[in-house]
Structure formats: structure tokens, C-alpha cells
């Protein structure tokens, strides 16, 4: 029996209890009625359903049939009964699994569906969220990259900002030069000690990139000493 065909194999065991009943009940009613029969047999001596007198003859062949039928017919009722309980039992094991039945059929036409159309909607919540999840993944990474970037720079700049003030202090140094080197200005320092002070600067670390600005200076100093001497003469 298939879930498909159950309602048809339970109609079917139902009408095959119904008929098997009924021919019990008709069997074993005709089985009842045999005793009776032949006690009014020998009682009035006349046939039970006709009541057509009967002689001594008729009555002993009457009441032996009647013996033999009942005898015949308590084995048939037996049969009967077999089969009425045997088709009464299957009806009533098919019919304990209607409720199951019955919650399939539930299961099939609305659970199902209504857990498809559930499982339908939660996939694409699921594709929209994976969907801005990337998104965000994909601004996360970029933003990550932008602060590598920057990063990057600080060094860079921290050095530029080094070389900045490095710069300014060069250019105070070389105005404090130029204006020592004024022979007009007071505290005018000697030639030797001007070179000297020059070497030692051209000595650091921070004279390298200035090296233009010294030849520029020597240049300056031997104009300015072409130009004492000159003056002294």
C-alpha cells in the first residue's frame, strides 16, 4: 500500500469487514435457528415453517437434516467468523493511520510549500546580505590600502620636515656669515678664522646639499678681500 492509494485500500477494507459481517451475522442467526426448528418439530410434529403435520418418518428425516445442517453450519460460521475478524482487524490497522495520513496530506499541501516559499526568501536575504558584505569588504580593503599609503608618507615627510629645519638653520648660520663678513659691521672677524669656520660647517652631515652655497661664499670672501686690499691701497 502506497501513501498515494490509502484512501482507496481503506474504503476497500472497510466494505470487505461490512460484507464479511454481515454474512456472520446471517450465518450464525441461521445456526440459531436450527435448535428451535427441531424442537418444535418434536414438540407439535408439524414443519417449523409451514407447519405442515408430519409423520413419525418425516419428523426423524427433518430433525437429521436439521442436525447435519447445523452441524455443517457451525463450521461455516466459524469460517465466517475467521474472516470477519481478520478483515475487521486489517480495517482497523488502516484506520489508526489516518491521523498519520492525515498529517501528511497537512505536510504535502501547506508545510511543504510554506517552508519552500520560507526557504526561497531566506536565500535571497542571505544573497542581498553576502552581497553588501563583500561591499564592505571591498571598502574595508581600500580603506586599508589608503592607510598603508599614508603611512608611507610619514617617513617621508618626517624627513622632509627634518630637512626643512635643517635648512633654516643653515640659512641662519650663512646670514649670521654674510653679515660677520661685512667689513663695515662690527666684530669683523679675520679671513682665517671666516675659512675656518667654513671647513668646520663644510665638515657636518647637513653641508653636502649646501655645497653651491660654499663655493658661492668663497667667492664672496675673495671678492671681499680683493676689495680690502684694494681699499688699503
Do not use: W
Request: proline residues 3%.
Amino acid at each position: 500500500i502506497t501513501i498515494d492509494s490509502y484512501l482507496q485500500a481503506l474504503d476497500t477494507a472497510k466494505d470487505k469487514r461490512d460484507i464479511n459481517r454481515s454474512k456472520y451475522n446471517i450465518a450464525d442467526g441461521m445456526r440459531l435457528m436450527f435448535d428451535p426448528f427441531e424442537r418444535v418439530a418434536r414438540a407439535h410434529h408439524i414443519c417449523p415453517c409451514c407447519e405442515r403435520p408430519f409423520s413419525a418418518e418425516e419428523e426423524d428425516e427433518f430433525v437429521r437434516k436439521q442436525r447435519i445442517k447445523a452441524a455443517s453450519s457451525a463450521e461455516h460460521v466459524k469460517v465466517l467468523g475467521t474472516e470477519s475478524g481478520s478483515a475487521d482487524s486489517t480495517f482497523q490497522q488502516l484506520d489508526k493511520l489516518r491521523v498519520v495520513y492525515e498529517e501528511y496530506v497537512k505536510i504535502a499541501k501547506e508545510k511543504i510549500p510554506q517552508a519552500e516559499k520560507d526557504l526561497t526568501e531566506l536565500t535571497e536575504e542571505l544573497e542581498q546580505k553576502t552581497q553588501a558584505f563583500d561591499d564592505i569588504l571591498g571598502i574595508v580593503a581600500q580603506v586599508k590600502a589608503d592607510k598603508d599609503s599614508i603611512e608611507a608618507l610619514v617617513h617621508p615627510v618626517d624627513a622632509a620636515d627634518r630637512s626643512f629645519q635643517d635648512i633654516q638653520n643653515l640659512q641662519k648660520q650663512v646670514d649670521d656669515l654674510e653679515y660677520k663678513l661685512d667689513f663695515r659691521g662690527q666684530g669683523v672677524r679675520s679671513m682665517d678664522e671666516i675659512q675656518s669656520e667654513l671647513n668646520t660647517l663644510q665638515s657636518t652631515k647637513y653641508m653636502a646639499p649646501f655645497r653651491c652655497l660654499l663655493r658661492y661664499l668663497r667667492m664672496i670672501i675673495f671678492f671681499l678681500d680683493y676689495c680690502i686690499i684694494a681699499y688699503c691701497f
